[in-house]
């Protein structure tokens, strides 16, 4: 049983006061929003983006919390994972989701007409958490090469980024489908969810390999298989895009059959694969790099 140690640095280190930053407006946050009215909330998208943007304070408020507490009594040594690994990639995933999170709940889930204290503060205390997980990652990312992983490298930063993406990309197709039914073909829904899916799957298993240690018991080198998915990322998102812009020129021929929050939607939807497509390419730059490096060497 290994023996818990608390030093004064422990609660005076930089880290210690972001964690607990991001721990207190963490709770904050989703407490204000759970306690609001169904009124205060826009019923047009109050399901499936109030969903996720809960999902993601309650989420990252539990990892952080567990992060932390592991952190102080040491006990992260026990864990069969590469912990600097870990810290890296919830803390920029959590500035990236709660970015989303404190964008996407004044501008689609609260009801603008109805505006409270209660929901003001909810949006002001999910600023303040992207903040803090910002803060952390700049922290983070500034150490040594060792002290931060692989997930703290160019090509680990570019994986997250590509999570963060897919995440996204499921609640915006479910909302633009039943935004615009008659606009989106049946083709069209099954090509962009199926890309959409099968990269955030790719994008999970990536993360989980790394996080696990587990590269080296794949059979074939795990570059090899990080640059075939980059490949099938760049293909499937190209593919993901062209359909987006598609929907933008359909939307312009028939702009006034359709509300504007359907064409709002579209064009998030757009941005967001564009931004995933580029970060997709960019990776794919980097894995072809270091396979020409380590056929030279």
Request: proline share 3%; charged share 10%.
């Amino acid at each position: 049983m290994p023996v818990i140690v608390l030093e004064t640095r422990d609660f005076t280190s930089p880290m210690f006061f972001v964690r607990t930053w991001e721990v207190l407006t963490g709770c904050i946050t989703f407490s204000l929003v759970a306690s609001l009215d169904k009124e205060q909330l826009d019923a047009d998208h109050r399901n499936t983006f109030n969903i996720l943007c809960m999902f993601t304070w309650c989420f990252f408020f539990s990892l952080t919390l567990l992060i932390h507490i592991l952190s102080l009594i040491q006990f992260h040594s026990l864990i069969p994972i590469s912990w600097k690994n870990l810290v890296i990639t919830v803390a920029v995933l959590g500035a990236l989701m709660g970015f989303s999170a404190s964008v996407t709940f004044p501008w689609m889930v609260m009801e603008h007409h109805r505006l409270s204290l209660h929901s003001v503060a909810a949006a002001v205390a999910a600023c303040l958490t992207v903040l803090a997980y910002t803060s952390e990652s700049y922290i983070l990312c500034t150490q040594a090469h060792e002290q931060r992983g692989y997930m703290g490298s160019m090509p680990g930063l570019l994986k997250i980024l590509q999570l963060w993406g897919g995440c996204q990309m499921i609640p915006l197709v479910v909302e633009v489908i039943s935004a615009l039914p008659s606009l989106i073909q049946a083709w069209q829904r099954w090509v962009t969810g199926v890309s959409y899916g099968v990269c955030l799957l790719m994008s999970l298993v990536t993360v989980v390999v790394i996080l696990g240690d587990l590269a080296g018991r794949c059979p074939l080198p795990f570059d090899r298989f990080l640059a075939g998915f980059s490949l099938t990322g760049v293909l499937l998102y190209m593919v993901a895009t062209v359909i987006c812009f598609t929907k933008i020129l359909q939307l312009k021929d028939v702009r006034q059959a359709f509300p504007n929050r359907g064409a709002e939607l579209v064009i998030i939807e757009t941005v967001v694969a564009s931004i995933t497509m580029l970060a997709y390419t960019v990776d794919l730059a980097f894995s072809i790099k270091l396979l020409c490096d380590r056929s030279h060497s």
